[in-house]
């Protein structure tokens, strides 16, 4: 069963960094968009970044502050995030298009979901 792992998320100052990590796990025959999305609190869920075949995608309030990166020998998806900002706060999840061992079609799946608090 594939499954999505995430990790990094935590309290920083504004100002401050952290690296989130995505990895996927399971009978996978290929990936293809990895990407970040996040909520926050009574907001609807928006891509963050997202990264495909060496190409790479962001929200227009991240960019030169956040950079995706994917290791794809340990299926793994990476989001630095530099220069925080209160307004980064939220639950950012992974997400990324598989298709599973064995299987013709893809599929996609959703991480449990990290929190990334940023005070002020």
């Known amino acids: 069963q594939v499954q999505l792992v995430e990790s990094g998320g935590g309290l920083v100052q504004a100002g401050g960094s952290l690296r989130l990590s995505c990895a996927a796990s399971?009978?996978?025959?290929?990936?293809?968009?990895m990407g970040w999305y996040r909520q926050a609190p009574g907001k609807q869920r928006e891509l963050v970044a997202r990264?495909?075949?060496?190409?790479?995608n962001y929200l227009a309030s991240v960019k030169g502050r956040f950079t995706i990166s994917r290791d794809n020998s340990k299926n793994t998806v990476y989001l630095q995030m530099n220069s925080l900002k209160p307004e980064d706060t939220a639950v950012y999840y992974c997400?990324?298009?598989?298709?599973?061992?064995?299987?013709?079609?893809?599929?996609?799946?959703w991480g449990q979901g990290t929190q990334v608090t940023v005070s002020s």
């Open positions: 399971g009978s996978i025959a290929s990936i293809n968009v």
């Open positions: 990264i495909f075949s060496g190409s790479t």
């Open positions: 997400n990324a298009d598989i298709q599973p061992g064995g299987q013709w079609n893809r599929f996609e799946y």
